[in-house]
């Protein structure tokens, strides 16, 4: 049984939808702009709710219709007859009936287009509406309701902001001034980045367009200009982030509208039809099909309420954890040193770039006495361990390890192994000693196994790692870049490195206590006393919640820390309400590593929203457009002695059980320390 108060949230978010934003009170101020058109805003109230019948009726899932797409387009489809047709009886049957077709027709493009990973955007209105036009043609009991367009107010403006106004009121079938004014307020409310986009998106199609035409005056007077409008929004800003590239690919996407545009005006009119938004439909599916074919870097792939909120998200995690799911660890233990590195002068170029060769060294060499045999080399008989946790998918270890200067030019890379990863990428180690694999093909190995040692077989003129992560799980397949998850460089705990020739690096061991102290659960409650200087002030409690996508936070009241916890580390993401404390927390610590030395330094990257006031926030957002480092707030912190500590404040762990111990930092120059009661509740 559908709720009233899901069925109104159902019926608003298509409203909000169609500037592709997901805010409720939006969609509510849009409809209410919507009656400035009476017979549009009602046609389109009558469309959302034959849609919610039917999709009941038939027995649609409630997560379908939470999906804006599926009933927007049947709110488009309602209001364009509302538009057009003054409301009465008749058109009542033909909105329920088109809109019904709408949402069919919606269904069944988002499986075929899902498959090709292109949304279906607004073109099921595009075409239903179409259908529509021409069928309208039998309809004689429709001329009679043919809408005269009573407004109940407008404003006059000149040409040059009129086209602009009218073409943003266009969007929702109400082309007028005062509509146009009052979405772009709620837009630039909300969004600064879209708003920008709207009205640079559409002087430039026009100026375009006018070029093309030869005239200024009417291009601005095109209805269907809204187009240039969708397309600058959708493709800097929603399905692809706002970024310098991005923008000029949205002006090229709407050069190609502008035709387009033009092109099926005078392919339509023959049968009377509108374009309608086909141009912004084609141009910018065009686009998203070709760019996520090649994997293009910058495509949005989780879509916020708002392109700022997209770009920040983008930007806390490949300032945090790198631009690339691709990270193995260190194949070693100890300090090694590279070799060769990525695009190296020797081997490593073209398709087999991405590749690093390791060995040891001591006082600059990477042998004692002479160096003659490869007894001597330092790595010579080292322990290699599995960089990721997968399957051995191939795996060869009987050739002889060369002598010293000698190469094996026939088996180029020696006896190798093969590693899937668990996240799907391949892993090459190459130049194994003879006889050495201590794992079979087809067997499991987690990270940080033995797997073989150091050898000197192959095209190897003396003993040394050679690594590489591959597209396939073929000997010698093609490489591709990689980040190491994490290590230590002159004394400095570095995470998602890419590392240079002649770097030292020592590999990270894993302290299993820190990890076991921070593995928080369902449900897990912690009482802290809150000091003021020494006076206690307050007491606040924490406990452990799941949100309906898996995610764990600590909640306080309406407030959330939201936090993850690997085989690696410890680290807290977003947060969200209006606690001070568990702001403070994640300040004080971001990143809690696991690692196996008594002091350790390290940076990390803030997310702008947890230090910046609004106003500076607000113009972060239009500035990391631009240029990305604007964003970047990073902290050096230490960890000691189970302890967090930076300039801001220190994070105390508990010794002998889960939890933290002591929070510690700075407020109106008053010392603020909140306190772990003694038990665990």
Not at 177 to 205: D, E, K, P, Q
Request: glycine share 6%.
């Amino acid at each position: 049984m559908l709720q009233y108060k899901n069925v109104l949230n159902y019926a608003i978010k298509p409203y909000s939808s169609l500037l592709f934003f997901n805010h409720k009170i939006v969609g509510i101020l849009l409809l209410c702009i919507t009656f400035i058109d009476p017979s549009v805003a009602i046609s389109g109230i009558v469309a959302i709710i034959c849609t919610i019948i039917f999709a009941h009726f038939i027995e649609v899932e409630e997560s379908y219709l939470t999906q804006g797409f599926y009933i927007y387009n049947s709110l488009l489809v309602g209001m364009g007859i509302g538009y057009i047709y003054t409301f009465s009886l008749t058109t009542l049957v033909l909105i329920g009936t088109a809109s019904i077709l709408t949402f069919i027709v919606s269904f069944i493009l988002n499986r075929l287009f899902s498959t090709l990973h292109i949304p279906i955007l607004s073109l099921p209105f595009s075409l239903i509406s179409s259908a529509i036009y021409l069928a309208s043609i039998h309809y004689t009991a429709l001329i009679e309701t043919i809408s005269t367009h009573h407004l109940l107010f407008d404003i006059t403006l000149p040409l040059y902001l009129s086209g602009f106004f009218k073409s943003l009121g266009g969007i929702f079938f109400l082309p007028y001034n005062i509509t146009g004014v009052l979405i772009f307020i709620l837009i630039i409310s909300l969004s600064r980045i879209t708003a920008l986009m709207a009205l640079i998106g559409f002087y430039f199609g026009i100026h375009l367009h006018s070029y093309l035409i030869g005239s200024y005056t009417a291009a601005l007077l095109d209805p269907y200009a809204f187009n240039y409008i969708l397309v600058a929004i959708a493709l800097c800003g929603v399905f692809l982030l706002p970024t310098i590239k991005n923008f000029f690919i949205a002006h090229i996407a709407i050069a190609i509208s502008v035709v387009l545009t033009d092109a099926l005006s005078i392919l339509v009119h023959y049968f009377a039809i509108p374009v309608f938004t086909l141009p912004f439909n084609l141009t910018v599916m065009g686009f998203i099909f070709i760019l996520s074919l090649i994997q293009y870097k910058e495509f949005n792939h989780y879509v916020k309420e708002t392109p700022e909120e997209s770009l920040f998200s983008y930007l806390n995690h490949i300032f945090r954890f790198g631009d690339s799911h691709v990270k193995i660890s260190l194949p070693f233990s100890g300090v090694w040193s590279v070799y060769q590195a990525f695009n190296g002068k020797w081997t490593h170029q073209g398709e087999y770039k991405y590749a690093y060769d390791f060995v040891k060294l001591q006082e600059g060499k990477s042998y004692k006495n002479e160096g003659l045999y490869k007894e001597d080399y330092y790595c010579y008989g080292e322990s290699i361990l599995s960089p990721v946790s997968g399957y051995i998918v191939d795996a060869r270890h009987d050739l002889q390890d060369n002598h010293i200067g000698e190469i094996d030019r026939v088996n180029n890379w020696g006896n190798y192994i093969i590693i899937k990863s668990d996240l799907g990428f391949f892993v090459e180690i190459s130049h194994l000693m003879q006889y050495s694999l201590s794992v079979n093909v087809g067997e499991y190995v987690q990270e940080n196994k033995i797997i073989a040692k150091c050898g000197n077989s192959g095209y190897s003129p003396e003993p040394h790692i050679h690594i590489q992560v591959q597209y396939l799980g073929v000997l010698g397949g093609f490489t591709q870049s990689f980040y190491f998850t994490e290590l230590y460089q002159k004394n400095e705990l570095i995470y998602n490195v890419i590392l240079e020739q002649h770097d030292v690096v020592e590999s990270v061991i894993q302290n299993k206590s820190i990890s076991s102290r921070l593995l928080f659960i369902l449900d897990d409650t912690y009482h802290y006393d809150v000091y003021e200087e020494s006076k206690k002030v307050d007491t606040v409690i924490y406990k452990v919640q799941m949100n309906q996508y898996g995610e764990f936070y600590f909640g306080d009241n309406d407030s959330k820390l939201y936090f993850y916890h690997d085989k690696k580390q410890f680290y807290f993401y977003k947060y969200e309400g209006e606690s001070y404390h568990l702001k403070m927390l994640f300040i004080l610590a971001p990143r809690i590593p696991f690692i196996n030395k008594k002091e350790i330094d390290y940076k990390d990257y803030l997310p702008a929203y947890l230090v910046r006031g609004r106003l500076s926030y607000m113009i972060t957002g239009l500035l990391a457009t631009v240029n990305q480092d604007i964003y970047k707030i990073e902290k050096s912190y230490q960890f000691s002695n189970d302890m967090v500590s930076s300039d801001l404040g220190s994070v105390e762990l508990e010794a002998y059980k889960k939890g933290f111990k002591r929070i510690q930092y700075q407020h109106n120059n008053k010392e603020i320390t909140l306190l772990s009661r003694e038990e665990l509740i």
